[in-house]
T-cell receptor, first 110, second 117 residues
Framework: QKEVEQNSGPLSVPEGAIASLNCTYSDRGSQSFFWYRQYSGKSPELIMS????GDKEDGRFTAQLNKASQYVSLLIRDSQPSDSATYLCAVNRAGTALIFGKGTTLSVSS | GAVVSQHPSRVICKSGTSVKIECRSLDFQATTMFWYRQFPKQSLMLMAT?????????EQGVEKDKFLINHASLTLSTLTVTSAHPEDSSFYIC?????????????FGPGTRLTVL
């Protein structure tokens, strides 16, 4: 069974610190990897996508992918209280539905 | 770009009635849309995959006769919850995949909160 695993948290970091969120997946054929942010009571919002090994940076966010280790991570630099949310890792193969992890809750304290 | 809308955002209905939820991709074409359900403090659960012009594919345990899906155009999919009961109360969220994008990105609508009395 294809699975995506995330530590449920909560992960607590002080404002200004780096938050590190991790995700592992079981399907070696996975081709696309995504991080979504979901605020309480809202729908998920796509914040990062990555398709090849290495790092991808977008503003304060950096996604890291290691296909050999079946591992994808999200780093949030200079964390802000507004970053407090649940972060969902999702993976898929071409043409298939996303498989989501259960999410990691991040709490950034001011 | 990549905006997905859902209507209504919130609905309260009596037990036994049917509720239709619309999902639209506003600025892209989506041959494939997905319907999810999320109960409080739980993870997203994929209910079905909706393909334009063909029958939806339902996940195991999801009753296709209760959750009717129609994907009649490249920008619109509808989910009808038939004979709704209180246990169907949940947050229903659709997502759409851009048909022309090679990256398999899915964009979510804002969700519909259904309360069945």
């Amino acid at each position: 069974q294809k699975e995506v695993e995330q530590n449920s948290g909560p992960l607590s970091v002080p404002e200004g610190a780096i938050a590190s969120l991790n995700c592992t997946y079981s399907d070696r054929g996975s081709q696309s990897f995504f991080w979504y942010r979901q605020y309480s009571g809202k729908s998920p919002e796509l914040i990062m996508s990555i398709y090849s090994n290495g790092d991808k940076e977008d503003g304060r966010f950096t996604a890291q992918l290691n296909k050999a280790s079946q591992y994808v991570s999200l780093l949030i630099r200079d964390s802000q209280p507004s970053d407090s949310a649940t972060y969902l890792c999702a993976v898929n193969r071409a043409g298939t539905a996303l498989i989501f992890g259960k999410g990691t809750t991040l709490s950034v304290s001011s | 770009g990549a905006v997905v809308s859902q209507h209504p955002s919130r609905v309260i209905c009596k037990s036994g009635t049917s509720v239709k939820i619309e999902c639209r991709s506003l600025d892209f074409q989506a041959t494939t849309m997905f319907w999810y359900r999320q109960f409080p403090k739980q993870s997203l659960m994929l209910m079905a995959t909706s393909n334009e012009g063909s029958k939806a594919t339902y996940e195991q345990g999801v009753e296709k006769d209760k959750f009717l899906i129609n994907h009649a155009s490249l920008t619109l999919s509808t989910l009808t919850v038939t004979s709704a009961h209180p246990e169907d109360s949940s947050f229903y969220i659709c997502s759409a995949r851009d048909s022309l994008s090679p990256y398999n990105e899915q964009f979510f609508g804002p969700g519909t909160r259904l309360t069945v009395l």
